[in-house]
């Protein structure tokens, strides 16, 4: 099976801008999950969604939203960006719900590298 | 405090010796532990997983679960350099706390030819 992948792998935006970063999770998986990597704070969980619908939410501010499609891809949206969102975001899908197994496994993606200048 | 401890390092070892990474934490819900390793550049790759207290072993990895003292262990034998990279201590609650995975803040190993 392929695994989860990210797009783009890279990005450069400036201050004030907004960004739209996609996932696609490994086949059959319907639980996504985000996070954020920073050097300082380390992965810190965003949000997670299953079945279109969002199912738990981090400690982050309104301008990070996300949603999933019925294909089970995400998007997430920064909107608003600051310098301090400089981060590898990355995506994470599960098999929750899948033959009897745990949702508690995840398995993550490349990452998406955002630079806010 | 952090819910998840972890000495970052770096840890540097020779090739061959056994590596242990730990990880401390505060809460007693945790029931689920995994470890990642995380090559440069690269998203976390899931090496073990397991529930609730115990041993697990997998080749020339064993993960240790002790929730009584809420500590965690990844044992690495017979390292090799390909092992250099840094591994992530990870845990949730379960059930209820749907996708939250809290992380530990990595520690760096490098295994020295």
């Known amino acids: 099976k392929a695994g989860v992948t990210q797009t783009p792998r890279y990005l450069i935006k400036t201050r004030g801008q907004q960004v739209t970063l996609s996932c696609s999770p490994i086949?059959?998986?319907?639980?996504v999950s985000w996070y954020q990597q920073t050097p300082g704070q380390g992965l810190q969980f965003l949000f997670e969604?299953?079945?279109?619908?969002?199912?738990n939410k981090g400690n982050f501010p309104g301008r990070f939203s996300g949603r999933q499609f019925s294909n089970s891809r995400s998007e997430m949206n920064v909107s608003t960006l600051e310098l301090g969102d400089s981060a590898l975001y990355l995506c994470?899908?599960?098999?929750?719900?899948?033959?009897?197994?745990?949702?508690?496994?995840?398995?993550f993606g490349p990452g998406t590298r955002l630079l806010v200048l | 405090q952090k819910e998840v401890e972890q000495d970052p390092g770096p840890l540097s070892v020779p090739e061959g010796a056994i590596v242990s990474l730990n990880c401390t934490y505060s809460?007693?819900?945790?029931?689920?532990f995994m470890w990642y390793r995380q090559y440069s550049r690269k998203g976390p790759e899931l090496l073990m997983y397991?529930?609730?207290?115990g041993n697990k072993e997998d080749g020339r990895f064993t993960a240790q679960v002790d929730k009584s003292s809420k500590y965690i262990s990844l044992f690495i034998r017979d390292s090799q350099p390909s092992d250099s990279a840094t591994y992530l201590c990870?845990?949730?609650?379960?059930?209820?706390?749907?996708?939250?995975?809290?992380f530990g803040q990595g520690t760096t190993l490098q295994v020295k030819p």
């Open positions: 086949s059959g998986h319907r639980s």
């Open positions: 809460n007693s819900a945790f029931q689920y």
């Open positions: 990870a845990m949730t609650h379960g059930s209820g706390n749907t996708g939250k995975l809290i």
């Open positions: 969604y299953f079945s279109e619908t969002q199912r």
């Open positions: 397991t529930y609730s207290s």
């Open positions: 994470a899908s599960s098999p929750e719900g899948t033959s009897g197994r745990r949702g508690e496994t995840q398995y």
